[in-house]
């Protein structure tokens, strides 16, 4: 059955600091894998996907992720943080537009 | 261009009752999946429909049900309502059920609140 784990529920991080997320799933197949983010009472923005090609990959707002299939892991980073990116951010796996399966989620508090 | 549009934004239901989701997809789209997200969870996938037809349900009750129109949009229902029912609704559509390249846009959700 595929699963995701996101191992951090929150982290902090200072304004101008880099950023790692981490991600790390269960699939059987090739999977496609996706991270969102959430703003509080706001649905999921999609910040980037992977499907195949070039395992890292550039999203929108700075953020990009590395696919390593020897650690089925899929983090997603950012060099400097700003303020507005204070949300929480879900990893997801799925095959196409079938059923996403997501991750926990972490939250991100930024501090100024 | 609108995205995903969902209706209402917030619910306030009793126990027993039941409740209907609505939801509208992206423009061109024709795929609308459901979403349930708890209160600090992840969302949890409820079931897909394409071409007026549920083609894919995650573990929910038959309580859930929904309805695909043929202009695309979607209905969600839940029926005799429990206080676990309380969730976040998400609504997202695509182009397809399936293939390569096909993400799903999500709308900004339903709040539903159980008393």
Known sequence: ?????????????????SLELRCNYSYGATPYLFWYVQSPGQGLQLLLKY????????GIKGF??????????FNLRKPSVHWSDAAEYFCAVGQGAQKLV???????TINP | DAGVTQSPTHLIKTRGQ????????KSGHDTV?????????????IFQ?????????????DRFSGHQFPNYSSELNVNALL???????LCASSVGPTGQGREQYFGPGTRLTVT
């Open chain 2, 49 to 61: 429909y394409y071409e007026e037809e549920e083609r894919q349900r995650g573990n929910f009750p």
């Open chain 1, 64 to 73: 990009e992720a590395e696919f390593k299939r020897s650690q089925s892991s």
């Open chain 2, 18 to 25: 039941q409740v209907t989701l609505r939801c509208s997809p």
């Open chain 1, 102 to 108: 997501f991750g926990q989620g972490t939250r991100l």
């Open chain 2, 33 to 45: 999946s459901w979403y349930q997200q708890a209160l600090g969870q992840g969302p949890q996938f």
């Open chain 1, 1 to 17: 059955a595929q699963s995701v784990t996101q191992p951090d529920i929150h982290i902090t991080v200072s304004e101008g600091a």
């Open chain 1, 51 to 58: 499907f195949s090609g070039d395992t890292l990959v550039q």
């Open chain 2, 83 to 89: 206080l676990g029912d309380s969730a976040l609704y």
